[in-house]
């Protein structure tokens, strides 16, 4: 069983910042934001048509840039779990709940 593409996300969102701030290398952390991306953009565009991965894509970059500004007001740890869980409810949404059925 493939693991859903809303754990890909979230797990990465959360994954990539705790690498970045435990490692203290940013880019290693980028890393693992990139990966996770990559892994279910791939899976998006196998199973969404192009708009519904191109908006999803958006959907998980934006959450990363959000992150930034939205730590200053509410903290790191509220901001990320906010991001990742708006991303993945999107993914679930969008593409997990579609391709199981």
Known sequence: ??????LITAGSLVGGW?????????PLGGVVLAAG???AGRRW??????AVT?????TYLGAFGLSHPLAGRIGAWPSVLVVAALTAGASHVLADRRAEG
Request: charged share 15%.
């Open 45 to 50: 565009a196998r199973t969404t048509s192009p």
């Open 54 to 58: 191109a908006g999803l894509l958006g």
């Open 1 to 6: 069983m493939a693991i859903p593409t809303s």
């Open 18 to 26: 705790q690498t970045a701030r435990r490692t203290g290398v940013r």
């Open 37 to 39: 991306g990559v892994l």
